[in-house]
């Protein structure tokens, strides 16, 4: 039966797959047309970041794809990189077009559902993650409350932690309940390893007592029974 480590692996390889095909791609550049009809003086510098964030998540799965046996803890530095990137590019984002208010902080929001949402990292590299999309955005309202104090700045900041605290709770309900079947699969294969083995034994144990009848006399082979 395959370890914990390994299901995770080949479940964070698999998501990684999907959320770098051709229609989750398209589905993203479509966010360029937003750019275009609100942000229109930044379109093209936001089209070629929306680029940099596909062709990491390209990169990504090119690289999945050449190193396949590789163990966990790769797999999670490899998927990890186009989560920073698309968590960094959005604060990016953000900070050029230099409205404390701007609705673009909800695809930071996105991001740390999806980042929720199948990913098998470990609790280190999910937070490390969950970090980079909403640490930014504190300090980039910080700075802007510094030149101008008021505390609505903090808003989205805080409502995003809101939605992350709410992604991390659910995350650890159901890794706890997936844990507990892993355990409970792990257990049943050791039933079922155990009950084999002595079902090997027994057959052994009679495939050399049938030999041992053809060259010994019933009395001999009830005494050794």
């Known amino acids: 039966m395959t370890t914990r480590n390994q299901e995770n692996s080949k479940n964070l390889k698999s998501f990684m797959t999907k959320f770098g095909s051709r229609y989750t791609i398209a589905l993203y550049l479509l966010f360029s047309g937003v750019d275009y009809l609100f942000y229109r003086e930044f379109f093209y510098e936001f089209f070629v970041v929306r680029l940099l964030v596909v062709a990491t998540l390209v990169g990504t ?59 098998a990292f470990s609790w280190p590299f999910y937070l490390f993650s ?38 991390v709770t659910g995350r650890w309900f159901y890794f706890k309940l997936s844990d507990a079947e892993y355990l409970s699969r792990l257990k049943l294969a050791e039933e079922v390893e155990s009950r084999n083995r002595i079902i090997e034994e027994k057959t052994e144990e009679s495939i050399r007592l049938n030999a041992l009848s053809k060259q010994f006399s019933p009395q001999i082979i009830q005494g050794i029974k």
Do not use: E
């Open 61 to 119: 799965n090119k690289v999945l794809k050449l190193f396949p046996d590789r163990d966990f803890k790769f797999a999670q530095y490899v998927c990890s990189v186009p989560f920073a990137v698309c968590a960094l590019s959005l604060n990016y984002m953000v900070m050029r077009i230099g409205d404390p208010f701007t609705s673009y902080w909800a695809g930071l929001a996105i991001v740390v559902t999806g980042l929720s949402v199948g990913f």
């Open 130 to 167: 969950m970090a980079l999309n909403i640490v930014p955005l504190f300090v980039l309202m910080g700075i802007y409350y510094l030149k101008n104090p008021i505390i609505s700045y903090f808003l989205n900041p805080t409502f995003l932690v809101s939605v992350s605290v709410v992604c």
